[in-house]
């Protein structure tokens, strides 16, 4: 029962990457920890930069999965959970442990030299499994790899000897000993006490896919075999046979420590790679030149014309809902006309902004040689862009079309539209409606393997004008085991996150959201939010953001204030008596080479104060990937297990997966543990999230798609 | 574990249900799972082959174009005009620009033509050729909405005369051939032109590597 259990852990993470791309170079195979590695060794290879892989493995008591990140060409971050079966209380409870590694590649392999890496193992978690290692892995031929390390702490606990960096001083001879409640770093442990030799081989056989491997490991199972008898040890030699089923998809069978059998499986994805194409969009409109428009077509004086502005931006409607776009409003004067537009469809804004210029090129008369186009979000004018139409006639079928109508494009802060009697706006009030299963899976949980539910969710948004908006939604639960869930809270601090599992049990059919939201522009580059209601599971209450952010600065500035109370545990209308007031400044920024960091500092749900840190890598395609940490005056202690709130979240746009254009996303968050300490209320609308799609930082590495 | 098996049932059920509403966002996110596998079966919900000479009833320019690898055909007309450049249009939207006959940009495909850059003499292409060496540069969109970039050299040959039926219609055209290699691949581009005008009636065009070549012939009005 147990191994379908894991079975069905694979299966279902491998449902949640989607199928493995076809196009992709065999990368280099990951081991048993998830990471580039022999068997349960690391190597020194990388993966490629931006790989996403995931590995699944079992033998004996222990089951792990996990996530690497290829962070960039040669840093990598890991985050494992483990099962180690009847590991705890006189060996009747199995063990939950997350551990996060991380490497970092020195040297790359030249035909003389191997490949360096130096890594740390489980540097922030409980520490069953802390190792650091130093490592080198040279190609003999093209079928054959050879690696060679020193590992210290779990890697070191075969074969040991005294710590050659003992030469450094005396301290070097003795590990300290971890534990605790984890979650902080152990630097005071890494690369002390004894060091161990470890290595291995890898040989591509002659049968195709299939490759060999054998290593001998310095871990000797310490807290499994000597101190509990998990299993029996009898060699430190450990063996394995992998099987590619695809270029970054492989099974394996392992024989290891001289009695136990074992099986892994690993896949991984790539932003940088396409998927295999498969769907297509429809084209656009192409670009009607105005001499080639009919003659006559409108006469001198259209512009006092009457019902013809009427009738223009009837034609512009229905050519623009062909592509899921939307008139707000449309200015026009004898020679220039400004669009202010809604996007329901694409996520890249260059898209959208392209898609819409060739609507008005194909409707507007010839007189008009000057487009501004201004999307709005959530009743926001979030950025403003100016194209000569006679730029649109030059560049349509340039090769190099799209740098030459970003470089004759005008990028600059938008203003709202004005609304009067003779220019309404073309789609306000606006009803929008939808019901929809909704899917939760969750597989990192403290536990139980697979923790999901499958309901339907029934949601609305009453558009009252340009950012004023009501939205809410009711979730039914249909099938599931999120509820079944009975552990209670053990946090000693305010119960402000940690009462999950009477949310859970209690909340069916729940109001997930409820809210009044007003969004606006304050003043130059200058935004503004008001929020009232039910925002999320746990909290409703009343909240107010600003935010700073002009759209060609890399950086954005926001403050946010909140006064919210605890919802009661069924998440229908009523409150518990808790209530905080919270706010936080935050600092954004993006960089030039795809990374991103946000700090937020401020008072959190539990009243405590502190800062949240995350770091991103950001794709031009919208994928993002990426880790933060809150730290707050709540010690660990009192915090409880992990000691502060941290995570890993991906987001991949279902434009990636799918191969056309979709704004929706698939977010996946891997939070080990959430507790009471550094919890934020989860307000949906934050402005910053809105705009910066729009901003130059993300719509000119995706401007490619403006001729799209 | 019933309880999870249920659970991962209806997470697969759920992939494939659709959800109903006006929400563009949550409207239409769920894959049309049934209309993509009868599409598959039937080998696309495209039109069929215009081979008729019914189509040929408008004053407009018909084209009948061909996606050879999956032998799917269907009618375009012209959509717009800029300059020397002519897009033409299926009516399930996907487009085919050309400059004097020569593809330089496609619309609607899988893995779109995005430009061409065509060194020579463009409209005067196939002007008095017997052989000629050229330079094409074809631009895609990358993974990352990157440019890519795929150069390639090719020669264009004149061949013989040919006789051609299009649209029921036979007639002699003057053939070319052209040859083009780069970076690891080789694809063959043939014009069939009409002698007197010198405007190509029927091609064969390579457009990228996953959509292979497009088969154009100019039905005329």
């Not at chain 1, 740390?120 to 790899?145: C, N, R, W």
């Not at chain 1, 070097?172 to 534990?179: C, D, L, Q, S, W």
């Not at chain 1, 545990?569 to 808790?578: A, E, I, M, V």
Request: glycine share 10%.
């Amino acid at each position: 029962m147990a191994g379908l259990n894991k079975l069905l852990v694979a299966i279902g993470m491998f449902c949640l990457m989607g199928p493995g791309q076809s196009q992709a170079q065999g990368v280099p195979t990951l081991n048993m920890y998830g990471v580039t590695g022999l068997i349960d060794m690391p190597s020194a290879e990388s993966q490629p930069d931006a790989e996403l892989g995931f590995g699944v493995s079992w033998f004996g008591p222990t089951v792990k999965a996990t996530i690497t990140f290829q962070i960039s060409p040669r840093l990598s971050g890991s985050f494992r959970y483990a099962q180690i079966n009847d590991f705890d209380v006189g060996g009747t409870q199995p063990r939950y442990d997350r551990s996060f590694d991380l490497r970092f590649r020195l040297l790359d392999e030249t035909e003389r030299r191997p490949a360096v890496a130096i890594g740390l193992q489980d540097f922030i978690g409980t520490g069953i499994y802390s190792g650091e290692y130093v490592v080198a892995t040279k190609h003999l031929g093209p079928a054959f790899k050879v690696t060679g390390g020193i590992g210290w702490g779990r890697l070191a606990t075969q074969g040991g000897f005294t710590n050659p960096l003992s030469i450094f001083g005396s301290s070097f001879n003795t590990r300290p000993p971890g534990g605790g409640v984890g979650g902080s770093p152990s630097f005071g442990q890494w690369f002390r006490g004894p060091a161990a030799l470890f290595g291995g081989v890898e040989w591509q056989t002659p049968i195709r896919n299939l490759s060999f491997k054998a290593e001998y490991s310095s871990d000797a199972y310490i807290p499994e075999t000597v101190t509990r008898s998990l299993f029996v040890r009898r060699s430190p030699f450990n063996f394995g046979l992998d099987y590619r089923l695809g270029p970054t998809t492989q099974i394996s069978a392992y024989y290891l420590y001289g009695s136990q059998f074992g099986i892994g499986f690993t896949t991984s994805l790539n932003p940088t790679r396409a998927q295999p194409p498969r769907t297509s969009e429809p084209a656009p409109i192409p670009i009607v030149a105005r001499q080639m428009m009919q003659a006559g077509g409108f006469p001198d004086r259209w512009i006092t014309e009457p019902g013809m502005r009427e009738r223009l931006l009837g034609y512009l409607q229905m050519l623009l809902a062909d592509d899921g776009l939307a008139a707000i409003a449309l200015d026009l004067s004898s020679t220039s006309a400004t669009l202010h537009l809604r996007n329901n469809r694409y996520d890249a804004a260059a898209q959208a902004i392209g898609r819409a210029a060739r609507a008005m090129a194909k409707i507007l008369p010839p007189s008009v040689e000057t487009f501004t186009i201004v999307p709005m979000e959530g009743g926001l004018p979030v950025v403003s862009v100016t194209l000569q139409r006679s730029d649109l006639e030059r560049f349509e079928n340039d090769p190099d079309g799209a740098e030459k109508i970003a470089s004759a494009a005008i990028i600059a802060d938008a203003a709202s539209p004005v609304a009067s009697a003779s220019r309404p706006f073309g789609s306000y009030p606006k009803t929008y409606w939808s019901l929809a299963p909704y899917r939760t899976l969750s597989l990192f949980n403290p536990t139980a393997p697979v923790v999901g539910e499958v309901g339907l969710r029934l949601s609305g948004r009453f558009e009252i004008s340009p950012g004023l908006s009501l939205t809410g939604s009711i979730t039914k639960r249909l099938v599931g085991n999120i509820h079944t869930n009975t552990q209670v809270s053990n946090s000693v601090m305010r119960h402000v996150r940690s009462d999950i599992g009477l949310y859970l049990q209690q909340g069916d059919p729940s109001i997930e959201r409820l809210t009044a939201d007003y969004t606006f522009r304050l003043g130059d580059a200058t935004y503004g939010r008001l929020s009232v209601g039910y925002f999320e599971r746990m909290y409703g209450g009343v909240s107010a953001e600003v935010l700073w952010k002009p759209v060609s600065s890399r950086f954005g500035l926001g403050a946010e204030i909140n006064y919210v109370r605890q919802r009661a545990f069924n998440q229908l209308f009523g409150f518990q008596s808790y209530g905080v007031t919270t706010g936080h400044v935050s600092a954004y920024w993006q960089g030039e080479k795809g990374y991103s960091a946000q700090v937020d500092v401020g008072r959190y749900l539990a009243g405590d104060l502190g800062a949240t840190v995350s770091v991103d890598r950001v794709f031009a395609n919208g994928w993002r990937v990426g880790a933060f940490f809150t730290l707050t005056d709540v010690p660990f202690s009192t915090f409880g297990e992990g000691g502060f709130d941290k995570g890993l979240h991906v987001t991949i746009p279902l434009s990636w997966t799918k191969g056309k254009p979709y704004k929706d996303v698939q977010d996946i968050s891997f939070r080990p543990l959430t507790r009471d300490g550094g919890g934020r209320v989860d307000i949906k609308n934050r402005l910053y999230p809105i705009l910066r799609s729009y901003h130059k930082e993300n719509l000119i590495p995706a401007w490619g798609r403006f001729w799209k | 574990m019933t309880v999870i098996l249920r659970l991962l049932l209806g997470l697969a059920v759920a992939t494939f249900l659709s959800a109903c509403g006006n929400d563009p966002h949550a409207a239409n996110t769920t894959p049309r799972f049934l209309a993509k596998l009868a599409a598959r079966v039937t080998g696309r919900s495209g039109e069929p082959a215009p081979s008729s000479a019914a189509l040929i009833t408008s004053d407009q320019r018909v084209l009948a174009m061909r996606i050879d690898r999956i032998n799917v055909a269907s009618a375009m007309r012209l959509a717009g005009t800029n300059g020397r450049h002519e897009t033409y249009m299926t009516s399930d939207r996907i487009s085919v620009t050309f400059d004097a006959g020569v593809i330089i940009a496609t619309r609607g495909m899988a893995q779109d033509l995005m430009g061409l850059e065509l060194q020579g003499p463009g409209a005067n292409h196939f002007r008095g050729i017997r052989s000629q060496t050229s330079q094409r540069s074809y631009r895609y969109l990358g993974p990352e909405n990157q440019a890519l970039v795929l150069d390639v050299t090719c020669i264009l040959t004149r061949g013989g005369q040919e006789r051609v039926v299009i649209s029921e219609k036979p007639m002699r055209l003057q053939r070319f051939d052209e040859s083009c290699t780069g970076a690891g691949l080789t694809f063959q581009n043939i014009y069939w032109l009409d002698p007197a005008s010198r405007a190509v009636r029927k091609s064969t065009q390579w457009i990228s590597p996953a959509i292979g070549t497009l088969s154009i012939e100019v039905l005329l009005p």
